[in-house]
């Protein structure tokens, strides 16, 4: 039976060889996209699972409340808690504290040749570092590597970097760094993070020498610049331990908070969460969206819905030029059961192909599109989801097809009405609406989104980052003076004319500003602390990113003259309560110590359109600098960086030169969104084409089987434009519901995508018109061939065909 249950099959697929082409390569593009999306879904999930301890690592979050109003969620917290949550709280197993160690690395050869680089994935952690976390150490011991002050593990990749062939183990590396550096000697050697991990890094200082910092004072509960993990016994509540925590900051921080009328908690989250889940400030790397996984999850199963209807409705009404044979085969004693056997059966091989050939294309795209390896092929997981996929869908696909062919009633079949079914017609317009509908879906969002991207790209930033040059300022001073050294490198730069001008400052646009503090307005009676974030900067650092001054002035030149002044932005200037900028000049403001404004810029995006402006205060304090930021003028900007590396090298000797250039810095940013824009690009194209194959489907079949009727209409007079119109019209009924049903399904999709942005497009109907008449322009070229095509056919030869 099964024998000849296949060589129907086969017969069938070669009777109707276009349809079912069309049929297969709808299937197989579906599951290819629906196996890319759950690719990069898998991944995501996958985030810190390799650790062995998993589901005993927590991160702490501080969060800072002021009248019992949340005013900032921060992913760093103090120095002084972790050892002291260990010694108060017995749930807890063990505790690691990360601090970042960025700064130049110099190792010195054996022939005397020193190799130096800028490295900024570089943290300082507590000996438990490799005991908490699973990186496997490829050289050194877990027990060992971390225990000296001055040791240093480094990852696979800075080894041979630094060391070539030799053996690491025991080379001195020294680490110059704005907070403790100092020859470190190579104690271990890990394997390079994986890329799933929430944090990446590749040298781990031991942290003791940090400890010597000034900061550490009153014991480390002032200085909250440390990232903590808990390794919680297996047993361990998370509840508890939380209000166990309460009870440990109160003991050592209550006064402060009684002080200043403020409070703090601590929470737990799950290491394991922290990639998708965390909404903190200060994050030690930009993590993903659990809703961006969402929204593609519902894009895969669009697209994959989209492939199953268009079986569903091309084998429907090829079954219909079936009827005789179902209608035959009951007559000669065929039961229900075995015809139901029979189309399932065919469900099931033609998913089979499309899977076959959708894994053949997921195979092409991951190594051609995506350009990664086939990790995902060695997770179990994943060929589970394909197999349920593939179950559900030739199930789904084929069971009303097989359920509606097999209650064909003899009699009705051999006559022929099934033909004009008005149920079926019906069932069939459905299925079009839904395919259309997200169709349209797909391609109005993508042109949201594309406009957001076009509008974060162009939008005015409040401040120049074009032809600016960013290079590191110098770790090791040739004379002993910061200034002096800038200065010299200052003069010899701007006698080249390729050179505009040369700022210094902590901080440059695209990224974070990391350091904050409480600011109070002095003199008034609600004196309360803003959260402000702080930049250093020099005297050119605002004409050079030519911000515009509202109101004051510059700094100036003679350090002296501003040693307690400082410049607010409007944001900040609106947090302490200044109406204009003219009334917030010479009002003081500041942590324990006041400070006088002298001046106040216009807000200025120092980080991406995605984010809020935030208070910020600058001070003049240029040998507190990180960056030197370089104007460039000249169009030969491959000279032009050879003379600067020349001139760096001559005024900095023994530091590395390392640079980038601001605009792609700042883009950098918005690499996620990108990411997101490109795959409704690629995915809205797929899921309209895969829509209209369908409907090219139904027009074959449609136009074949009012064959007779086309040539008696051209008989009577019909001209070839009225019969193509009578053919499509009856295609685009469907897809114009399709519009009205997608349009407010859209709109809602938008709306709530867009408030992930501080500074976003407005939603204009335009968008829903433009997605409608895509929409409707693709159908109408998909069915118009064959409605013409059909319309010029010889009326004689058809009503012969008849």
């Known amino acids: 039976m099964l024998k000849i249950y296949l ?22 593009l579906s599951m290819a996209a629906f196996m890319l999306i759950t690719r990069y879904v898998f991944d995501e999930l996958s985030f810190d699972e390799f650790h062995q301890h998993a589901d005993r690592i927590y991160r702490i979050n501080l969060h800072d409340y002021k009248n019992k109003v949340l005013t900032n969620s921060s992913a760093i917290s103090y120095h002084a808690e972790g050892p002291a949550i260990k010694e108060s709280i017995p749930e807890v197993e063990d505790f690691v504290r990360l601090h970042r160690a960025e700064g130049m690395i110099n190792y010195r050869k054996a022939d005397g040749e020193v190799v130096s680089f800028q490295e900024k994935n570089g943290f300082y952690a507590d000996a438990s570092f490799f005991k908490v976390f699973s ?22 990749s800075m080894a041979k970097k630094y060391f070539g062939q030799e053996d690491p183990i025991g080379k001195v590396l020294q680490l110059t760094s704005e907070w403790q550096g100092g020859n470190y000697i190579v104690s271990g050697v890990f394997a390079d993070v994986p ?49 166990s925590i309460a009870t440990v900051i109160e003991k050592h921080l209550g006064r ?20 998708l889940h965390s909404l903190s400030n200060s994050e030690i790397e930009p993590g993903g969206k659990m809703e961006i996984l969402y929204v593609l999850i519902v894009v895969a199963l669009l697209i994959l819905a989209i492939g199953w209807l268009n079986y569903i409705n091309l084998s429907t009404v090829m079954g219909m030029e079936r009827g005789k044979e179902v209608g035959i085969r009951k007559t000669l004693g065929s039961e229900k059961k075995q015809l139901i056997g029979q189309f399932l059966l065919e469900s099931f091989i033609f998913n089979l192909l499309a899977l076959l050939i959708g894994i053949g294309l997921f195979l092409m795209a991951t190594q051609v599109i995506t350009q990664s390896d086939f990790a995902i092929l060695s997770q179990p997981v994943f060929y589970l989801a394909i197999i349920a996929v593939f179950c559900l869908g030739f199930v789904l ?46 391609i109005i969002s993508t042109i949201v989104i594309n406009q957001q991207m076009k509008f974060m790209q162009k939008q005015d930033l409040g401040m120049s980052i074009d032809q ?57 009676a609600a004196n309360t602390f803003k959260l402000c974030h702080m930049v250093a900067i020099d005297e050119d650092f605002i004409p050079a990113y030519e911000m515009k001054i509202l109101a004051g002035r510059n700094f100036v030149k003679e350090m002296i003259l501003d040693d307690n002044a400082v410049i607010i932005n409007e944001t900040a200037m609106k947090a302490f309560g200044f109406s204009t900028p003219e009334s917030a000049l010479n009002q003081e403001i500041g942590d324990a110590l006041p400070k006088n404004i002298v001046g106040v810029i216009k807000d200025f995006h120092q980080e991406s359109l995605k984010s809020n402006t935030k208070p910020i205060v600058f001070q003049h304090i240029p040998w507190n600098s990180t960056y030197l930021t370089l104007t460039l003028q000249s169009k030969d900007i491959k000279n032009t960086l050879f003379m600067v590396e020349e001139i760096y090298k001559n005024a900095f000797p023994n530091n590395a030169f390392e640079y980038f250039f601001l605009d792609t810095y700042f883009q950098q940013q918005y690499e996620a969104d990108e990411r997101l824009a490109k795959l409704f690009n690629w995915f809205a194209g797929l899921a309209i ?13 449609t136009a074949r089987s009012r064959t007779k009727e086309i040539g008696i209409r051209k008989v009577l007079g019909a001209t070839v434009g009225s019969i193509a119109i009578l053919l499509s019209k009856d295609f685009l009924k469907p897809v114009l519901w399709a519009v009205l049903i997608a349009s407010p399904l859209a709109w809602y999709a938008i709306h709530w995508w867009l408030q992930g942005f501080a500074y976003r497009v407005p939603i204009r109907w335009w968008v829903f018109v433009a997605g409608g008449m895509t929409a409707i322009l693709i159908a109408l070229l998909t069915i118009s061939f064959h409605s013409i095509k059909s319309a010029l056919m010889n009326p004689v030869k058809t009503l012969k065909i008849e």
Not at 209 to 238: E, I, M, R, S
Request: glycine share 6%; hydrophobic share 45%; charged share 15%.
């Open 689 to 701: 084409y895969i829509a209209c194959l369908g409907l090219l489907g139904l027009a074959m079949f």
């Open 195 to 243: 890329d799933n991990s929430h944090f990446h890094f590749d040298f781990i200082f031991a942290i003791q020498n940090l400890l010597k910092n000034d900061q550490f004072v009153n014991g480390g509960w002032y200085w909250t610049n440390f990232y903590t993990y808990l390794l919680l016994k297996p047993d361990a509540k998370v509840g508890t331990i939380e209000n």
């Open 256 to 275: 402060l908070w009684k002080r200043y009328n403020i409070h703090q908690t601590m929470t737990l989250q799950p290491i394991r969460e922290i990639h």
């Open 135 to 156: 990186f496997p150490l490829i050289k050194g011991y877990v027990n060992q590597v971390l225990q000296s002050p001055q040791s240093v593990v480094v990852s696979a």
């Open 7 to 28: 060589t129907i099959t086969w017969r069938t697929l070669l009777k109707h060889k276009a349809i079912s082409l069309i049929m297969i390569i709808g299937l197989s």
């Open 397 to 442: 696909s084929g069971i009303y097809p097989a359920l509606a062919l097999s209650s064909f009633k003899p009699m009705m079949v051999l006559k022929g009405s099934l033909s004009t079914s008005s149920s079926g017609k019906v069932f069939r317009k459905g299925l079009v609406i839904f395919q259309f509908s997200a169709s349209i879906m797909l």
């Open 468 to 524: 600016k040059l960013i290079i590191n300022t110098p770790k090791i001073l040739r004379t002993g003076s910061f200034t002096n050294d800038v200065t010299f490198f200052k003069d010899r730069i701007l006698s080249n004319t390729g050179v505009k001008n040369v700022t210094a400052s902590s901080s440059v646009p695209g990224r974070e500003i990391f350091w904050t503090s409480e600011y109070q307005r002095f003199h008034e």
